[in-house]
């Protein structure tokens, strides 16, 4: 036996070769009408297209309403307007062919003329619905455009139409400029819904509702100019754009049921029961107002006739008004008795339906897991613009907030910033294609103490199967994420330690044999001053690279400092010999001389690393300015440059072990400055732009 998705291939190829066969056939006979000529054309074929083909259309359109709580594709209000305009559009090509072909007049204006015009009105409403329903975002652009295309189409026909009227009465040019006006009408939102499944998403029953209603404006159009050109004949090829748009829906109506048949197929019998054959009264209502309302016109129309007509000797045209009340009738007895039928089989259903699932204990179920759920996690459930619809206790207690606080606000309320706007937006896009978001958050609470989130976000779907709220569900990890950087963190100092272990005996051998060779240098050349000036910057570097080799050991085995009292100008002075300053950048230097309690090498390392950073951050042109301040809580330092400054988002992280933005860096220089300027009872910071380090040092003691 065939599954479904082996008969879905099938049947597409059926529905596509029948509807192209079936168009081709129609356009076939009416276009050797006009090069051959058929005899008796109208009465042979074009009544009889005319007649069925809206037939079959309405009668599938209302068993597809019949159906509306299987199907995906639409909702039951558009559905239920598209119903109701092809009813519109049947019962004026029926009106219009009893005119034409019984009656054998042409009134104008006539019900069918009325038929006619509010079936595109009606269709109008029908795509605005079906927008409405995607919560689709229309923006002004989309509509200017959509009304410039309607009204290109508008104007001319209007012009055209009422020139051509000029000589009727008002009523009859009213009439008359409506039928261009209720087709542009139905133009706007079409362009809008085909710019939409283009961009989003794919709808292949909307698509080829589409097709029939531009086909039909198209014809609409073609057809005023042949009436005002009195050019129009029964069997014009312009009623292959009719009589195609026809087919199309139809067909399209068609491959709408066969959905619902696979869909039926697809889902098990008892899940799904409910959702698919609970039919509501006003359904039934409905259905019954829209047959009592055709039968009554149709009936209407009918005696009216014979009332006006009863001198007319042929007994032909009182036989068809008769066959055709009596049609009407048992078609709509069909119908109520086929609805009927359908709904004494779904009450069956669901009566054993009720009788097989034990429906208490599901829903004790389900208050265990929400229980549970609450017990466990913070829970909130918002709407598809973010608002919140529903916090539980365990939210409210983490956040500080009460739930009068939280309810149709967003969350916004508790981010920390610490996230980016381009991490919320991709959070969004992906929850609103109707994917779980999965992720850690940092948030925020009313009291501004931030604490961090494993959060997962589910979209929930309506019974149209359109995503309506999502439910978050978050799990504290604060502490979890605390052990883990403090884990990190260990790794690191693990990771320096044998980094520096390598760096040391890495340089400690190729430093050894400089240094020997410089005393060498200095044995041969040291009455040299110029050249005694150069080795002595050398060995300053050496030395310099030497303590720095011990510095980087330091940093994971803390050794005892130095103290004494120095001057910060000679230190200054000390670090910028090893220094190179570029001639794009002025450095400025302290006007006043301060003497601190320090390790002179060590604050000489300091110095000599965030002049570093500043003269790395300037690209072309900047400044380096160095000041110091005395007052009664200490001594204050200031390392400024003009340079690209410090992400927000770094600011941070910036003296962590290891944390660096360069290409090239060990990221050990700004910890172990911090290293240093705390081992001294110091305090270092840092803001940005433009950067500026700020060390703070106590006073030297008496």
Known sequence: MQSVSEKQPKFQSIWVYSLVIILSFVAFLYLANIFVGIENFSNLISIPVYTIIPSLLVILSIYALIQFKKIKEISKKPLLLLTCAFILWFAAEQTWNFYEHVLEIDPYPSLADLFYITAPIVMFFALISYLKSLNYKISKNKIIFSSLIALIVLIPSLLITFQAGVEDNLFEIFIALIYPISDAMMLVPAILIISNIIKNQKNFFWLMILVGIIGFVVADTIFLFLVIDDSYVDGHPVDILWISSYLIWTFTIVYLIYNIKKQKSENDEYSNIFNYYHIKKSNNLGIITVLTIINILIIILSISYIYYFTDISNPSLITFSLILIMGVIVFSSFVAFLNFKLNAKLRYETKNLKDVVDIDSQIMIQKNLRHALDESSMVTITDMDGKIKYVNKQFCETTGYSSDELIGKNHEMIRSGYHSPQFYDNLWNKINSGQVWHGEVKNKSKSGKTFWCDLIIVPFLNKDGKIDEHIAIRRNITKQKKYYEENLKNEKMITVGRFSSRLAHDLRNPLSIIQVSLENLKLLYGADESQQHIMDKIERSINRITHQVDDVLDFVR?????????????????????????????????????????????????????????????????????????????????????????????????????????????????????????????????????????????????
């Not at 005395?630 to 330092?637: H, L, T």
């Not at 072990?657 to 360069?662: A, D, E, G, Q, Y």
């Open 558 to 702: 803390e050794q005892p400092i130095t103290l004494n009292n120095h001057f910060i100008s000679e230190i200054i002075s000390e670090s910028l010999d090893s220094i190179s300053i570029p001639k794009n950048i002025k450095l400025t230097l302290p006007e006043n001389n301060v003497e601190v309690y320090c390790d002179e090498k060590q604050f000489a390392i300091v110095f000599n690393n965030l002049i570093l950073n500043g003269i790395q951050s300037i690209i072309h042109t900047g400044t380096i300015e160095i000041t110091i301040e005395e007052n009664n809580d200490g001594v204050i330092i200031q390392i400024k440059d003009s340079g690209s400054g410090i992400q927000e988002q770094n600011i941070d992280s910036i003296f962590d072990p290891l944390f660096t933005t360069k290409q090239q860096g060990t990221g050990l220089g700004l910890a172990s400055v911090k290293s240093i300027v705390e081992s001294h009872g110091g305090i270092i910071s840092a803001t940005s732009p433009p950067t500026i380090f700020t060390i703070t040092l106590p006073k030297i003691p008496n």
